[in-house]
């Protein structure tokens, strides 16, 4: 996870006044937002901030912010344990923000899906015909040479001085 510290790229950082506003102005797929809710609510939040590439939740108690991206949520301790629903984060360790730990949100579990739009179109049915044999190479014939110009005859048996 490698990420830019501190404020937003143009130097401002503007506070959220709630969890809805910060995920939807950062749009969060919003099949995150049930479980990125219970993470901020097992933790206990007391301020969201805008730090451009991400939102950073700073804790009411001891430990680090948490740092919530599109697709993941980083600044867990080792062995800190958060449950959502009811089986623990599987917590994996940062690579730009060692010694913490992130965890991917559940959309890049998900397929990916297609249109749902359906066709007015019917397609087209190709017929499917069977494999036509290779055609075999014709062997070249000689029509022979003409004896006053030394062309060579075409297959009708003239040259260029006919």
Not at 111 to 136: D, M
């Amino acid at each position: 996870m490698n990420e830019t510290q501190g404020p937003t790229p143009t130097g401002t950082s503007r506070p959220y006044r709630n969890l809805s506003d910060a995920l939807r102005a950062h749009r969060i797929d919003p099949a995150n937002h049930e479980f990125i809710t219970a993470i901020v609510d097992a933790v206990g939040i007391s301020t969201l901030i805008d730090r451009g590439r991400y939102i950073e939740a700073i804790r009411r108690g001891d430990g680090a912010p948490l740092h919530i991206g599109r697709t993941y949520t980083n600044g867990f301790a080792e062995d800190e344990t958060i449950v959502v629903g009811s089986a623990p984060l599987r917590l994996q360790p940062s690579e730009g923000r060692a010694p913490y730990f992130y965890a991917v949100h559940p959309s890049e579990f998900l397929p990916v899906t297609t249109s749902t739009k359906k066709s007015t179109r019917t397609p087209r049915a190709t017929p499917v015909s069977p494999a036509k044999p290779k055609a075999k190479p014709v062997a070249e014939r000689d029509y022979g040479v003409c004896d006053v110009c030394f062309m060579v005859r075409n297959a009708s048996g003239g040259c260029g001085c006919d």
